[in-house]
């Protein structure tokens, strides 16, 4: 309709020109917005949780608290350390904000409210994040510190680690909707998929909460241990780059999980409204999270990526594909086709009795084992002895 309206009085390629313009302008300065609202909830929210007031001074109930904290960071002195590759430590900022932007263009916020409708939208996030952590590796290389490099190699070492799992589990919903396409996978969603697919859910929020440095895993920027692990060096605007680019993330992160697994806007009740209040939902499980589990040691991580997560989602992965086979078989859909709704509620109640077995196997195999009395005791007697 805006491109309609331009062409009127401007030519053709200019008026595309200028429609390609605003709605850029737009996406960048939404995203600015969610960011800092976001810091706001954040903290009132852990506030309330660790029983005291937070942010209230600055405008009504502390509203304006995040726009202070952004004027005091377009104040600051932007300092660069006399030893950095100063091209790579200036273009980390920008490469770690253009993921979650890039990726707000293919989630469908409503019905007809999408930038561009790609058919293999879910891949193309995939592919966009993963260069997330080159962008913290080239913040950790160029900042010539030993904490920031630190901070770059444990973000790899995690970012790898968590999309293997994150991926797998990814499957199991493409499989159930016969499309890559976002759109696609919710219109699929006769039954939202959370109770379809209840262990890929768990797992890939988990791997998604690690994509995104969340406690408990946000190892690459552990302030008991690295200082601030690869922002260390940065200061002003650029650390508040970052700052406001692990926040686009957790938004980003929280809107494709509601695509695939909430059934995204439907019920539609006009508009994107029913997407964000989901949105909003999902990112207070990243909000709590913080609020209330301590964090991971790397080891610990890595366990739970490769020993546990991995196992599980190819598990998950094999029993979804048997028994959309079987499903589709048995209703006589074909192949291509989504499975329809007698075959979801039925895969609902079989996965969801599995994944309560499965989480109470775990928590039974994962429950740490209590030395005997006496063998601590006598563990005790010989270090004084020697």
């Given at each position: 309709?805006?491109r ?6 401007l ?9 390609t ?33 937070g942010?209230n ?8 608290q ?5 004027l ?11 030893g950095?590759?100063?091209?790579v ?8 904000f253009?993921?979650g932007?890039?990726?707000l ?9 999408i ?18 952590s ?6 950790g ?11 770059a ?6 970012l ?5 799992p994150?991926?797998l589990a ?10 890559l ?12 998929f959370?109770?379809v ?26 302030e008991?241990?690295i ?9 002003g ?5 970052f ?6 993330a ?5 809107g ?15 508009g ?25 040691r790397i ?6 990526a490769?020993?546990?997560l ?14 959309v ?17 007698a ?6 109640v079989?996965n ?21 009395a006496?063998s601590?005791v006598?563990?005790?007697?010989v270090?004084?002895?020697?």
């Amino acid at each position: 309709m805006l491109r309609d309206l331009l062409t009127g009085f401007l030519p053709e390629a200019v008026a595309d020109a200028a429609v390609t313009f605003l709605v850029v302008f737009a996406v960048i300065n939404f995203a600015l917005v969610v960011a800092t609202m976001l810091t706001f909830v954040e903290r009132r929210v852990i506030g309330r949780m660790q029983n005291r007031i937070g942010p209230n001074r600055v405008g009504p109930n502390g509203i304006l608290q995040a726009v202070a904290d952004l004027l005091k960071l377009l104040t600051k002195e932007d300092i660069v350390p006399r030893g950095a590759d100063r091209w790579v430590f200036h273009a980390a900022p920008v490469l770690a904000f253009a993921p979650g932007l890039l990726s707000l263009a293919v989630i469908p916020f409503a019905a007809g409210w999408i930038l561009a409708d790609l058919n293999v939208g879910i891949l193309f996030i995939v592919a966009v994040t993963a260069t997330t952590s080159l962008s913290l590796f080239m913040a950790g290389w160029g900042s010539n510190n030993k904490y920031s490099l630190y901070g770059a190699m444990r973000s790899v070492a995690q970012l790898i680690s968590y999309e293997v799992p994150m991926v797998l589990a990814l499957v199991s919903v493409v499989m159930l909707a016969g499309s890559l396409s976002l759109r696609e996978i919710v219109e699929a969603q006769s039954i939202p998929f959370v109770l379809v697919q209840p262990l890929a859910f768990l797992l890939f929020l988990l791997a998604t909460t690690a994509e995104i440095g969340r406690s408990p895993f946000d190892l690459p920027e552990a302030e008991s241990e690295i200082v601030a692990g690869y922002h260390t060096e940065y200061t002003g605007m650029k650390f508040g780059t970052f700052y406001a680019a692990e926040y686009l993330a957790g938004f980003m992160w929280s809107g494709v999980i509601v695509s695939l697994f909430f059934a995204g806007w439907k019920p539609d009740l006009g508009g994107p409204v029913w997407w964000f209040l989901k949105t909003m939902a999902v990112f207070f499980l990243f909000i709590w999270f913080r609020g209330t589990l301590p964090r991971l040691r790397i080891d610990q991580l890595l366990h739970l990526a490769w020993k546990v997560l991995v196992p599980l989602s190819l598990a998950n992965l094999l029993v979804t594909g048997i028994e959309v086979l079987a499903y589709k078989a048995i209703l006589g859909v074909a192949a291509e086709a989504p499975l329809p709704l007698a075959g979801l509620a039925a895969m609902a109640v079989v996965n969801i009795a599995a994944t309560v077995v499965v989480l109470l196997v775990l928590a039974e195999l994962l429950k740490p084992k209590e030395r005997a009395a006496g063998s601590a005791v006598q563990g005790v007697g010989v270090r004084v002895g020697g």
